[in-house]
């Protein structure tokens, strides 16, 4: 069964690209065009931890208690071990030997709960702290986060908010503040350059011709809106094809032994590799998707097979962050819509389970090292249950995003933190 929707990486065109910008008016580039100073985040009521944030997005309903709260020995543990980590008192699974040594850098919260156990409404709610409604899109924390923080300060035509591996609308805020959406990683700036047979020259003067055909067309349908949204999804384009900033997106600037480390002829890893770049150049929000976790059947040989994909890039990420000097000002959370069944099926699987399941949280800030509530064996919290809204509190006070904030769709007020009595995880950053 396979209705996660996330494992699979696409390939982002330049026609693809344009098309989108055009659907929703040409908005989703304006801020690739808008002048810096319109991005400007409003004075922070604290100091903020974090510039920027990478979510570890894993798709499908990670297994917790195969990966993060194991119970070797117990009815519902299954086949796996438990290792030491390098922080006291937590134990993980024995497939991520490498992401436990960096445990000193990392906390965990074994208690996440919610009610939904819908891959589409949970994912939903992980990702804008509101139930799925029918007659509304909300907007993502993505979005929230290009909206209250803009861009970074080392390159201003890079796009705040990026997305790898997954695909989200912008809600209400409106395509200005969507994802810009990368398929495949080794490939991310795919169509947008121009052809080596075509040459600078040709090039800039096949722009001019677009150009002029472009501006006689304005001149007669001054309002037409689609028009708008083409050429400045045109222009915003243009400005990513710039060298200095089309260079951040090409991974084959990296040493060898940096991307092998990530894993080579692995998305997951090179997009965790490009995650690092972005932040590295100031994008505020990026997100790296791993699907496959929906493991309805034949549970531990794929979980097996995915944590080994998660341990090599994840504690390369760290490792990698850490070393220049990045980790202290990059949050990082791994999460997923779900945890799965402490009841193995038939089919050697486990179902849905919301009930309880597990988040890893680390730099930004965040202390290394603590245990965020205690399961009952992975079957329910036993104590110190975490809501969703107190996770994303929890990253809005990092990153200094206010979260009492309202935004209006069709003059309804929406905070970002939906709950008011939803705090940060205190014992994170203590």
């Known amino acids: 069964m396979a209705c996660d929707g996330c494992d699979g990486y696409r390939r982002l065109t330049r026609r693809q690209l344009l098309g989108r910008a055009v659907e929703g008016g040409g908005a989703c580039f304006l801020g690739l065009l808008t002048p810096r100073i319109l991005y400007a985040r409003p004075d922070a009521k604290s100091r903020h931890t974090a510039d920027s944030i990478i979510i570890l ?3 499908g309903g990670m297994s917790h208690l195969d990966t993060f709260d194991p119970q070797p020995g117990a009815d519902h543990g299954g086949p796996f071990e438990a290792i030491a980590t390098a922080a006291e008192g937590i134990r993980i699974s024995e497939h991520l030997p490498r992401i436990a040594e960096q445990f000193k850098h990392l906390s965990l919260i074994r208690t996440m709960t919610s009610n939904e156990a819908d891959h589409g409404r949970a994912t939903y709610l992980m990702h804008t702290g509101y139930p799925q409604i029918p007659s509304m ?9 290009a909206q209250q923080l803009g861009r970074g300060a080392k390159d201003p035509n890079l796009p705040p908010y990026v997305n ?26 795919m169509d947008m350059r121009y052809h080596r047979d075509v040459g600078a020259e040709r090039f800039e003067n096949r722009l001019r011709l677009v150009d002029a055909l472009d501006r006689s067309f304005r001149t007669k349908h001054p309002k037409n809106a689609a028009m708008a949204g083409y050429a400045h ?49 100031g994008v505020r929000f990026v997100e790296v998707a791993l699907g496959g976790w929906d493991t309805h059947q034949q549970n531990f040989t794929q979980v097996e097979a ?3 994909r998660l341990d090599e890039a994840v504690s390369t990420l ?113």
């Open 57 to 59: 997005w894993m798709g």
């Open 137 to 145: 899109q909300h907007s993502t924390l993505g979005s929230i986060a």
């Open 164 to 189: 790898i591996g997954i695909s989200w609308a912008a809600g209400y805020l409106g395509p200005k503040y969507a994802p810009f959406e990368i398929g495949n990683p080794d490939n991310a700036m």
């Open 233 to 281: 999804a045109y222009n915003a384009a243009l400005l990513m094809m710039r060298p200095e900033t089309a260079g951040v997106f090409d991974l084959r600037r990296e040493p060898d032994r940096i991307r092998q480390a990530y894993g080579l002829r692995d998305a997951f890893g090179q997009g965790c590799l490009l995650a690092r770049r972005l932040v590295e150049n």
């Open 306 to 308: 995915l944590s080994a």
């Open 318 to 430: 760290i490792q990698d962050l850490r070393s220049r000097g990045l980790y202290e000002r990059t949050m990082i959370v791994l999460a997923s819509e779900f945890g799965r069944t402490p009841r193995i099926n038939e089919q050697s699987g486990r179902d849905h389970y919301s009930q309880c399941w597990s988040a890893v949280v680390g730099g930004g800030g965040v202390r290394g090292g603590r245990i965020v509530g205690r399961s009952d064996k992975g079957r329910a919290v036993d104590a110190r249950p975490v809501q969703v809204g107190e996770l994303h509190a929890t990253i809005c006070h990092a990153l200094g995003i206010d979260a009492a904030k309202k935004n209006y769709s069709d003059g309804r007020p929406f905070r970002v933190v939906k709950d008011e009595n939803a705090k940060p995880i205190a014992e994170l950053f203590t």
